[in-house]
């Protein structure tokens, strides 16, 4: 066979695999949260060396010309549409991308790790009130069922199977801004199923011109104050990571799983952060792989292939 017959072939195969990918909710979730993960991780690491509301800034204004180079005539063909749908592209621009990242790094700057883990298990909760309360949506049993399995499983985890943990929890304000981030996010998940039939990739635009102008005056503002971002190494990588993985590539798997199988059943999947986050200390800290991290693993698991089961969710 010659390169030129074998290359349509290789070409086909690639792209019937990328497909099944996208197409598949369960992988492009997973992987989100995992983006998100590392993006925990990162935002902690930074604390000190780069002002929260700058890093956000550059979160979303680097995707913006990335977007632009790779997607112009996506973006040009879409444009009508989203001037038709300006409203509730600005609203999500607004809460998934502006105030979410912005209130997500300001609280990792006053809370902790564990905290944070805790916290974010509430966001499948949060996504499912958020879509009954505006939306009416029906919550069914194996969903809650799901949930509360994969919760037992985070807390597990982040308590290292001592539950006494949890009683020596001290809230401050950080965590406070952290709850109010993952409302916020509640929100924009459950509104996602109005935006416009746009390329991804022109939707991902949208958000990141909205976040980056609505976040710039205030980075704006940490830098005239004399905050001061330094430029290291370590704040270079972590500025290049928040722009490709928690921003362009987890938003869009993010909003491609909703798309596939809506917001209720997404939800769970969060519950894998905390549990990226433990395998990641692991490979990084050194950390050893223990007894209750397995057990969590498994708890989550479960609990998210009972929440997230291939039924339609009744609206």
């Known amino acids: 066979m010659d390169s030129k ?139 809650l069922l799901g949930i509360s399995i994969s919760l037992i499983g985070v807390i597990v985890i982040v308590t290292h199977g001592d539950l006494g943990v949890l009683t020596q929890l001290e809230f401050n304000f950080g965590d406070l801004i952290a709850v109010l981030a993952m409302a916020v996010f509640a929100i924009y998940v459950a509104y996602l199923r109005m935006r416009p039939p746009t390329h991804w990739l022109t939707f991902l635009f949208v958000l990141g011109i909205i976040s980056a102008i609505t976040t710039m005056p205030f980075a704006i503002f940490e830098i005239a104050r004399g905050e001061v971002v330094e430029l290291t190494p370590l704040t270079i990588l972590a500025a290049l990571y928040v722009s490709t993985f928690p921003s362009l590539l987890a938003f869009a798997a993010w909003n491609r799983g909703v798309e596939l199988i809506g917001p209720n059943k997404s939800a769970p999947f969060l519950h894998l952060v905390p549990l990226y986050t433990a395998l990641l200390a692991g490979i990084f800290l050194a950390e050893d792989l223990r007894l209750f991290h397995v057990a969590g693993l498994l708890l989550i698991l479960t609990g998210v292939s009972l929440a997230s089961g291939r039924t339609s969710i009744a609206k």
């Open 5 to 143: 017959t074998r290359q349509p072939s290789e070409a086909s195969f690639v792209n019937r695999a990328r497909k099944r990918i996208w197409d598949n909710p369960y992988s492009v979730l997973a992987f989100a949260s995992l983006c998100w993960s590392g993006n925990h991780i990162i935002g902690r690491a930074i604390t000190g060396h780069i002002p929260p509301l700058t890093i956000s800034t550059i979160r979303w204004l680097v995707p913006v010309f990335i977007i632009w180079f790779v997607a112009r005539s996506e973006i040009q063909s879409d444009w009508p549409a989203v001037r038709q749908h300006w409203g509730i592209v600005l609203w999500l621009g607004i809460t998934g991308g502006t105030l979410f990242s912005a209130l997500q790094y300001v609280g990792l700057q006053h809370t902790t790790a564990l905290n944070v883990s805790i916290l974010n298990s509430l966001v499948p909760v949060l996504i499912i009130a958020a879509g009954a309360l505006i939306f009416r949506d029906h919550i069914r049993f194996v969903q």
